[in-house]
C-alpha cells in the first residue's frame, strides 16, 4: 500500500469529492465502494486504475498486478470524499462505451425500459430486482441517472456492474425502437382501468416500462405501450415508489411462469 496523508495529492484525484459527473465527463471512470463492489466490478470486467483504502485495514485489497493502492488515515479520508463514513475501500474503473440499444435487446426475452428515473436509489433497487429476478437489461432514456453512478452501483449492491444497459433516443421514439425489436410494451399505472398484474398472461418477449417516481410514465409512453398494467392496491393508497412496484412486477411476470 501507497501511504497518502494529504487530500490535494494528485495521485487520488479521482476519489476527491467523488464527483460522478465529473468522473463520467472528463476522465470516463467511475468509482465502486466497498471490497464487494470492487470485486464485482472487476468479475465484469472493468479496467481498475486505482484503489484508495483505509490504511488501519487488516487485510489487503485484492486487486489486479500493477495497479496502485492508495492507504490514507481515517480523518485524511474523510477530508478526500467529503463522506462521513467510508467503506473501507473505493476503486476507480475505466468506462467502457455503452453499446447500441440493438445490441443489447438482441436475443433477450425479458428487459426493463425506464423513463426519467432519477434517483440513484431507485434506479439500484430497480436493477437489483431485475437481476434477482431473472431479467436481462435496462433500457433507459436519456433523462434516467446513469446506472454507475456510486449510489445505484451500492444500492444495487455491484450488480448493475455485469448488466447490460444501453440509452435509447427520448420517448415515443425510443419506445416504438423497443416494439419494432420485437417486444411487447408493458407499461405500469396506477390508473384503474388497467389490466390487474396477476391476471396478465403475455407471451414473447416482454419490455416492462416504468416511469419517473412522481409524474410516472408521459402520456405519449403510455399511448406507445401495447399493454396498461396495474399491480392492484388497498383502499387509501393510489400509488407505490417506482422501486417497489418495478420488484413486484419483475416478480408477477418474471421468466418461466407467463
Known amino acids: 500500500m501507497i501511504p497518502v496523508d494529504d487530500p490535494s495529492d494528485e495521485r487520488i484525484a479521482a476519489f476527491v469529492g467523488l464527483r460522478d459527473r465529473d468522473l463520467q465527463r472528463q476522465d470516463g471512470l467511475f468509482v465502486a465502494e466497498s471490497d464487494l463492489l470492487i470485486a464485482r466490478a472487476l468479475r465484469a470486467g472493468y479496467e481498475m486504475r486505482a484503489a484508495l483504502v483505509d490504511a488501519t485495514r487488516p487485510e489487503p485489497l485484492i486487486v489486479p498486478d500493477g495497479v496502485p493502492v492508495y492507504a490514507a488515515s481515517r480523518a485524511v479520508l474523510e477530508r478526500i470524499t467529503g463522506l462521513g463514513v467510508h467503506r473501507g475501500s473505493i476503486g476507480s474503473f475505466v468506462r467502457r462505451p455503452v453499446p447500441a440499444a440493438a445490441q443489447v ?33 435496462v433500457l433507459l432514456d436519456p433523462t434516467c441517472t446513469d446506472p454507475l453512478f456510486r449510489r445505484s452501483a451500492r444500492v444495487a449492491m455491484g450488480t448493475v456492474y455485469g448488466f447490460p444497459h444501453a440509452t435509447l433516443p427520448r420517448f415515443p421514439a425510443g419506445l416504438q425502437q423497443v416494439a419494432d425489436a420485437g417486444f411487447t410494451l408493458v407499461a405500469l399505472t396506477p390508473d384503474a382501468d388497467a389490466e390487474a398484474i396477476d391476471e396478465v398472461a403475455v407471451d414473447g418477449p416482454i ?32 400509488s407505490l415508489n417506482v422501486a417497489s412496484a418495478a420488484a413486484i412486477a419483475c416478480w408477477a411476470l418474471r421468466p418461466n411462469t407467463r
Open 105 to 137: 435487446m438482441a436475443g433477450r426475452q425479458r428487459i426493463i425500459v425506464l423513463e426519467g428515473v432519477v434517483n440513484p436509489t431507485n434506479m439500484g433497487v430497480i436493477v437489483r430486482s431485475a437481476v434477482a429476478l431473472g431479467w436481462e437489461a
Open 207 to 238: 419490455a416492462l416500462v416504468f416511469g419517473s417516481e412522481g409524474p410516472g410514465l408521459t402520456t405519449e409512453a403510455l399511448a406507445t405501450c401495447h399493454r396498461l398494467v396495474r399491480i392492484p392496491l388497498a383502499d387509501g393508497v393510489d
